[in-house]
């Protein structure tokens, strides 16, 4: 069935770095992927919405040149977080929606933990 | 902009029984979807139910069922026969019936604990 996997599931990088956080759609094509942050016991907040073949839409607030995100193919969005800080520790999730004649529904990736060390 | 409440940051429940969690939202939106999602520890997002707008019907899986409210602007789930594994965090959600699909607008919480 279709499923939604992201990696890594968790990463440590230092301060100052780069790191990269993958969303592939597995058996369906998803033209549009979401990128969601949370934080320990709070709501998932939207950051972007990830666009295929063209520019991501961010949610006011969210630091466009911080978080890149490249949605380069149908099954592949990619979230970098770029000279990441300790305040950029969070759980990541992206979601993606496949869409059938029965409806639209939307599955989530298992998310990813990011600590900035 | 659309918004999604909810007012009860946690909840206790003793297994066997039933619960409600409350969910207010506010949208001037006359098509739309709501959705409560399930999130335990593993942090795994499960799809509890869905509601469509249109439908006054209110959508029931097993033992989740919701009261949906659409004039009062309100949708509460209800838990009967409480397990020990319904313990999790609940999100309420919603979702516009036409444009981006498949973006979320969450409410804030309800962890909801279950005691044996």
């Known amino acids: 069935g279709a499923v939604v996997s992201q990696h890594p599931s968790r990463v440590i990088c230092k301060s100052g770095t780069s790191v990269k956080i993958e969303c592939r759609s597995l058996?369906?094509?998803?033209?549009?992927m979401f990128w969601y942050r949370q934080f320990p016991k709070q709501s998932l907040m939207l950051m972007a919405t990830?666009?295929?073949?063209?520019?991501?839409?961010?949610e006011q607030g969210v630091e466009k040149d911080k978080f890149l995100i490249n949605h380069a193919s149908l099954t592949l969005s990619t979230l970098t977080v770029t000279s990441a800080h300790p305040e950029d520790s969070s759980f990541y999730i992206c979601?993606?929606?496949?869409?059938?004649?029965?409806?639209?529904?939307?599955?989530f990736g298992e998310g990813s933990w990011l600590t900035v060390v | 902009a659309q918004t999604v409440t909810q007012s009860q940051p946690e909840m206790s429940v003793q297994e066997a029984e039933t619960v409600t969690l409350s969910c207010t939202y506010d949208t001037s939106e006359s098509d739309y979807y709501l959705f409560w999602y399930k999130q335990p520890p593993s942090r795994q997002m499960i799809l509890v139910i869905r509601?469509?707008?249109?439908?006054?019907q209110n959508a029931t899986e097993n033992r989740f069922s919701v009261n949906f409210q659409k004039a009062a602007k309100s949708f509460s789930l209800k838990i009967s026969d409480s397990q020990l594994g319904d313990a999790a965090m609940y999100f309420c959600?919603?979702?516009?019936?036409?444009?981006?699909?498949?973006?979320?607008?969450f409410g804030q919480g309800t962890t909801l604990q279950v005691k044996p």
């Open positions: 990830s666009n295929e073949g063209s520019k991501a839409t961010y």
């Open positions: 509601q469509e707008a249109y439908k006054q």
């Open positions: 959600a919603y979702r516009s019936y036409s444009s981006n699909t498949g973006k979320l607008i």
């Open positions: 979601s993606a929606t496949l869409d059938s004649r029965s409806g639209n529904t939307i599955y």
């Open positions: 058996d369906f094509q998803a033209t549009t």
